[in-house]
DNA sequence: CTGAATTTTCAAAATAAATTGAAAACAATA
DNA sequence: TATTGTTTTCAATTTATTTTGAAAATTCAG
């Protein structure tokens, strides 16, 4: 396969992988295309080589940024703005792990913790099962909190190396 | 807070967390609904208390059950179907990491490892590029897998408890 | 300060995804 | 087998999301 060919291919299906994971389509692209380029791109680049428009290459260059997957870049004595995407995926994985805990697991978690005080006579089958419910999940968000709160303060050797002896 | 009021939210969130996730608000919501409630459901009963379709309700049953995360339930002496959510969380929680891997994860594997091999020169920048974070994502992605694949096969025991060792 | 290059914004348009609802298929009963 | 209750399907519709592109704002050089 030629390189032209796999880049395509790759850029594409990671943008196919991202929106199963609710990140949008050329978001994914993007981060894709910068994750494989040797040197930073401007957003005339990126346009050209994904066939999108200007403002949406900016706005997802933004959002990338927001979650510290892509950083501008200032190529001495030229006037646009360059950007390039941190290549190192335990980065770039904790990063996204990071950010996703943030946004979503920790609030998430506070309203369950607020949703296990309810009134009503514990003996009650359908109170219950709701406090049951809502705890066991909050329990196991709690414990997945802690456990990627300690990866993401681990190193790649750890991950790599390491992780196969805890299991046996 | 009142069960129904609490119910309510909890429903409400988890499909709002769903959507987030790539998962069908109502697919979420369903599911919401059925693990909180100590009864086996109909679609009829779903319908209502969602405010949803029954072609609707009926689609995401059946994915439900493809995940994994819903049973269909004989009542005696009834000609109704009736559907029950597993409550245990950390089967659950296991069920959907077995499924995505399947689904997403152990494809997209076999995608990388075949962009990696690409024509031309190892030395020029890009094509080295390419490589490079091509197989660092692919080599992430494995131990992932191993990873993933070792903790659906652990038990929740280990998870609750065991787990805070493997850090020190 | 002026003007050209560049970035940012955001309402409108296009696209994609989810939902509806009625018809068809199916299943159980008599 | 005919009737009725129930489930399933899917084309049409609705809703939600993403993208566009042109105008406004910003930045920089002279």
Same mark, same amino acid.
């Given at each position: 396969m030629k390189l032209t060919e796999?880049?395509?291919?790759?850029?594409? @299906?990671?943008?196919?992988?991202?929106?199963?994971?609710?990140?949008k389509r050329t978001m994914a692209q993007i981060?894709?295309?910068?994750?494989? @380029?040797a040197e930073p791109l401007t957003q005339d680049d990126i346009m050209e080589q994904l066939n999108v428009s200007r403002g949406?290459?900016?706005?997802?260059?933004?959002d990338l940024i927001s979650w510290g997957l892509v950083d501008r870049v200032v190529m001495q004595g030229e006037r646009k703005e360059?950007?390039?995407?941190?290549?190192?995926?335990?980065?770039?994985?904790t990063q996204i792990i990071k950010?996703?805990?943030?946004?979503?697991? #920790?609030?998430?978690?506070?309203?369950? @913790?607020?949703?296990?005080?309810?009134?009503? #006579?514990?003996?009650?089958?359908d109170v219950k099962q709701f406090i049951d419910t809502v705890s066991g999940i909050r329990k196991f968000g709690n414990q997945a909190d802690k456990m990627l709160e300690m990866m993401v303060k681990a190193d790649e050797s750890w991950f790599l190396g390491g992780l196969l002896k805890i299991f046996k």
């Amino acid at each position: 396969m030629k390189l032209t060919e796999a880049k395509q291919q790759f850029i594409s @299906s990671w943008g196919a992988f991202g929106t199963q994971w609710g990140i949008k389509r050329t978001m994914a692209q993007i981060h894709a295309l910068l994750m494989v @380029s040797a040197e930073p791109l401007t957003q005339d680049d990126i346009m050209e080589q994904l066939n999108v428009s200007r403002g949406n290459v900016n706005m997802n260059i933004r959002d990338l940024i927001s979650w510290g997957l892509v950083d501008r870049v200032v190529m001495q004595g030229e006037r646009k703005e360059y950007f390039t995407a941190e290549k190192d995926t335990w980065k770039v994985a904790t990063q996204i792990i990071k950010e996703r805990k943030k946004r979503e697991l #920790d609030p998430m978690l506070k309203l369950l @913790s607020q949703l296990e005080i309810i009134e009503g #006579d514990k003996k009650d089958k359908d109170v219950k099962q709701f406090i049951d419910t809502v705890s066991g999940i909050r329990k196991f968000g709690n414990q997945a909190d802690k456990m990627l709160e300690m990866m993401v303060k681990a190193d790649e050797s750890w991950f790599l190396g390491g992780l196969l002896k805890i299991f046996k």
